[in-house]
């Protein structure tokens, strides 16, 4: 007796599945997984304003809002690091410090105008290179020091 098979179509079951190979006709291997390090060689989108959030605590949140889009440690004091692999080496290159709102960058080239601003200005260096021969100093102050 030969057996026989017949396809059925547009049927619901409803039930408990053990395993599945297919979910809308894509392997099931195609989806990235909830529960285990998974990787992806498409496209990872996040489509909204509250974004990504990183951490078993949810620590470290990135958002958009309009044009701007903010990188935050939403942790009390925590410090964001950017680290570069230079030759080999991890190397933090700059840290953002969450405790006293300073920023450390490691070595800093500026190659257009830079302007600072404050009521102090403070440059602590072994040696001093100026290239530009012109240096004004007190420019703007009127006080008869």
Do not use: C, E, H
Not at 38 to 48: C, F, I, K, Q
Not at 132 to 144: E, R, T, Y
């Amino acid at each position: 007796m030969k057996a026989s098979s017949t396809a059925i179509t547009s049927n619901k079951f409803v039930g408990t599945a053990t395993d599945a190979d297919a979910l809308g006709g894509v392997a099931a291997a195609s989806y990235l997984r909830a529960d285990a390090n998974d990787t992806t060689s498409g496209t990872l989108g996040v489509l909204n304003d509250t974004g990504f959030t990183v951490g078993v605590d949810s620590d470290f949140t990135i958002s958009q809002s309009g044009a701007n889009t903010t990188l935050k440690n939403v942790t009390q004091d925590g410090d964001i690091v950017f680290n570069v692999n230079d030759g080999g080496t991890d190397t933090t290159a700059m840290t953002i410090d969450g405790a006293t709102a300073t920023t450390t960058v490691t070595n800093l080239t500026v190659t257009g105008t830079m302007t600072t601003s404050g009521s102090v200005q403070n440059i602590n260096v072994t040696n001093l290179s100026v290239s530009d021969p012109l240096i004004i100093l007190a420019s703007g102050n009127n006080s008869s020091d």
